[in-house]
């Protein structure tokens, strides 16, 4: 008996469809904040700060250049991670853990 071929799908669907299923869409999303960092908080907070990861809670960890900075950002995290959720279904950081070090 001849073999059927499945109908030919395209790849981002096939993918998209794993990382669902595997559970990976919303830590997918959320590692997307890493590279919009730059562009989510503006060029001087940007200068000042590398965002590095975010935790399996949700929590994104960002290197802050000085003390200062730190605490400065500190009082503006409610701001900054309504920033960052802004028009997010997927993908939203659940809080900000800001640590001091370059680089």
Same mark, same amino acid.
């Given at each position: 008996?001849?073999?059927?071929?499945?109908?030919?799908?395209? !790849? @981002?669907?096939?993918?998209?469809?794993? &990382?669902?299923?595997?559970?990976? %869409?919303?830590?997918? /999303? $959320?590692?997307?904040? +890493?590279?919009?960092?730059?562009?989510?908080?503006?060029?001087?907070?940007?200068?000042?700060?590398?965002? !590095? @990861?975010?935790?399996?809670?949700?929590? &994104?960890?960002?290197?802050?250049? %000085?003390?200062?900075? /730190? $605490?400065?950002?500190? +009082?503006?995290?409610?701001?900054?991670?309504?920033?960052?959720?802004?028009?997010?279904?997927?993908?939203?950081? @659940?809080?900000?853990?800001?640590?001091?070090?370059?680089?």
């Amino acid at each position: 008996m001849p073999r059927r071929l499945a109908k030919p799908q395209r !790849v @981002s669907e096939l993918l998209t469809r794993f &990382l669902a299923k595997a559970g990976l %869409t919303e830590r997918l /999303a $959320q590692a997307g904040v +890493l590279e919009a960092w730059p562009a989510l908080v503006g060029e001087r907070i940007a200068r000042n700060t590398t965002a !590095v @990861s975010v935790r399996e809670d949700g929590v &994104l960890i960002v290197k802050v250049r %000085t003390a200062p900075w /730190a $605490q400065e950002l500190q +009082l503006m995290t409610p701001q900054v991670i309504a920033r960052i959720n802004a028009g997010r279904t997927e993908g939203r950081i @659940s809080g900000i853990h800001w640590m001091i070090g370059r680089e």
